[in-house]
């Protein structure tokens, strides 16, 4: 039942902008994490950033360009992306750490995926 659904990807020039939303809805009862992975054609997805109770986490080939933000009380986590690359091309997927009852183990979600592509 819990969903995370993606928005804010396109088509961007090198050095553009772009921002990344995700929602989470459905039955929960708490985040533990939430994040950002990309996969880029012909590649494995990696980590771009995450954030957790512990403090925010960025990948090195984003650190300093991308900025990833939570805003807890609407269960959302947002990607700020700036001075864009054409490597930074790949679809970008939003994942939660999640419990959907207090008494629940951690479960792993993943949304569907948004493209972006950074024409060069």
């Known amino acids: 039942q819990v969903q995370l659904v993606e928005s804010g990807g396109g088509l961007v020039q090198v050095g553009g902008s772009l921002r990344l939303s995700c929602a989470a809805s459905g039955i929960i009862f708490s985040i533990n994490a939430m994040g950002w992975y990309r996969q880029a054609p012909g590649k494995q997805r990696e980590p771009v950033a995450a954030?957790?109770?512990?403090?925010?986490n960025y990948a090195d080939s984003v650190k300093g360009r991308f900025t990833i933000s939570r805003d807890n009380a609407k269960n959302m986590v947002y990607l700020q992306m700036n001075s864009l690359k054409p490597e930074d091309t790949g679809v970008y997927y939003c994942n939660a750490d999640l419990k959907r009852k207090w008494n629940a183990q951690n479960g792993n979600y993943w949304g569907q995926g948004t493209q972006v592509t950074v024409s060069s």
């Open positions: 954030m957790t109770s512990g403090g925010t």
